[in-house]
């Protein structure tokens, strides 16, 4: 016999964003993004995809270390 084990999450990752749609799926042209531009990874922005700095409060209040993914273009 395989036993599987699955880990069912107490709380979801994504809190409210999109909670409507399936799957959250954003999409960009690279071309239309500026110098440089920071997503979100943590769920809790307002401005999600982008972020908005929110990712500070959620880290201080569960002791959690996530941040943005920055995407830079190359000079
Ligand atoms: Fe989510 Fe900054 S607000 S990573």
Do not use: M, Q
């Amino acid at each position: 016999y395989v036993t599987y084990r699955f880990i069912i999450p107490r709380s979801p990752v994504n809190p409210n964003t999109k909670k409507e749609e399936l799957k959250v799926v954003d999409k960009f042209d690279i071309e239309e993004l500026g110098d440089s531009t920071a997503f979100c990874r943590c769920w809790r922005s307002s401005k999600f995809p982008y972020c908005d700095g929110a990712h500070n409060s959620y880290n201080i209040s569960c002791g959690d270390n996530v941040g943005p993914l920055l995407i830079k273009k190359k000079k």
